[in-house]
C-alpha cells in the first residue's frame, strides 16, 4: 500500500486526485493539503510514499518546496500542474530540481488513468530519493 500526499491549493483539484485514487488497491490518500507549510506537518506524521505537488501556491511556491527537499530523504514528487505541459520550460525545471515525473493538471479528468499509472511508475522508481 502506497500513501499518498496530495499537495494543491485548488480543493477541486484535491477532491479529483482522490477521486482517481479511490479505487486503487494500492494507493491511500493520507494527507492533503492546502500549502507547503500544511504539507510540512504531514510529512512528518504519515510520512508518504510518494507526494503529488502544484507548482503554483500561495506563500512557498512548488519549485521553492522541491529545493527544501532537496539534499533529504524524502518520497518521490509527482508535480502536477497546469505549467507542466509535456516539454514546457517548467516541466523541465522540475525535473531538475528533483521531481520524478510531471502531469498537466488540465488532464487530470480527460487521463485520470494516465495520471495513476504515471503516479504508480514514480513511487515505483524508488521508495525515498536523496539529492545531495
Known sequence: ???????????TVRAIIEQLLEDEKDFRVVGSADSVAAAREMIDKFVPSVITLDLTMPGVDGFA????????????????????????????EAIARGAKACFDKGQLVRHGK???????????????VSRV
Not at 1 to 11: A, Q, R, T
Open 65 to 92: 518546496f522541491l529545493d527544501e527537499l532537496a539534499g533529504h530523504p524524502h518520497a518521490p514528487v509527482l508535480v502536477v500542474s497546469s505549467h507542466t505541459t509535456w516539454g514546457s520550460d517548467a516541466e523541465a
Open 114 to 128: 494516465s495520471f495513476v499509472a504515471l503516479l504508480r511508475k514514480a513511487v515505483g522508481s524508488k521508495a525515498a
Open 1 to 11: 500500500m502506497f500513501n499518498v500526499l496530495v499537495i494543491d491549493d485548488s480543493l
